[in-house]
């Protein structure tokens, strides 16, 4: 199988420092895109083995799971860090441009239109998710299989620290009926069940549809190239970054994620702790049971 991801990248310091692509120290950023990278490769990249001790030889490991991967980062003008990037230059490509760093997801999709043909799968990125699952593709296409290909599974993002109320949060809970009612309609088939190595699973229409990523098959990928608003640039979902990473495949699918009591069965993570650290203040901890 091919896969082509495509990561958009901007890392340009501001007093105000709002975003994590805008603090003064540039470590965390790098850090983040360098697990980025190197986790794609070493889940789904075919340079994988295991040592026999008693041949002292390294034979291929994993390769039915095993992928040939092409990945792409998108920047905008002298707003990036890979320059400073440790990794050689052979695991990444990098596809310049001049467009406000907001809308870099949109030349993402620019990037994957000009491939139409050529991958199994097409995927978006920011440059600060992590994916961990080696079985995440096997479970996407296990989904379509089951559901059809215009039912989408997006992945829960969540947040990681040893410290504070919660060790884990998933950040992208459900946003109010009316934010995304103009672009989906959740009751239309509102939830999907499945069996999982005889564990039931239940899949539900996503009130947040938004995980800074998105992940197609190359049917999905040409259904969504072919539609009118496709690269029109909308920016109407909540903000310019949530919209290019998120508008077009919810205009274009009906978006699905794991309900809250599994949502671990297909999850990204989202580096730093931005939002599990709301927890306590402006976000309260409801008591189990609620």
């Known amino acids: ?144 299989q089951q559901a059809s290909d215009l039912n989408l599974l997006q992945p829960n993002r969540y947040e990681v620290s040893p410290h504070g109320l919660v060790h884990k949060a998933y950040i992208d809970g459900d946003l109010a009926l009316r934010v995304t009612a103009p672009f989906q309609n959740v009751q239309e088939q509102p939830e999907l069940k499945g069996t999982i190595m005889n564990a039931p699973i239940t899949f539900r229409r996503a009130l947040n549809p938004h995980a800074g990523c998105y992940f197609l098959n190359a049917n999905q990928m040409t259904h969504w190239a072919n539609q009118a608003y496709f690269l029109d640039r909308d920016i109407s979902f909540v903000g310019p970054l949530e919209s290019a990473a998120t508008l077009g495949i919810m205009k274009t699918f009906r978006v699905y994620k794991t309900s809250p009591e599994q949502a671990s069965f297909l999850e990204i993570q989202h580096s730093g702790t931005g939002f599990l650290g709301l927890i306590g203040g402006q976000v309260g901890l409801a008591e189990k049971g609620n």
């Open 1 to 144: 199988m091919r896969i082509l991801f495509t990561i958009a990248h901007f890392f340009k310091p501001n007093s105000e420092g709002r975003h994590a692509s805008q603090r003064k120290d540039p470590q965390p950023r790098l850090q983040a895109l360098t697990k980025s990278i190197t986790a794609l490769h070493q889940l789904f990249g075919k340079s994988q083995s295991i040592i026999n001790i008693a041949q002292r030889l390294a034979f291929p490991a994993n390769q039915p799971q095993s992928h040939e991967l092409d990945i792409v980062i998108c920047t905008t003008k002298d707003n990036h860090l890979l320059n400073q990037l440790l990794l050689p230059s052979h695991l990444y490509k990098h596809h310049s441009t001049n467009v406000e760093p907001l809308l870099l997801g949109f030349e993402c999709q620019v990037v994957l239109q000009s491939c139409l043909n050529k991958y199994d799968y097409y995927c978006f990125l920011e440059d600060d998710l992590i994916i961990y699952d080696p079985w995440f593709f096997i479970k996407l296409n296990w989904f379509t």
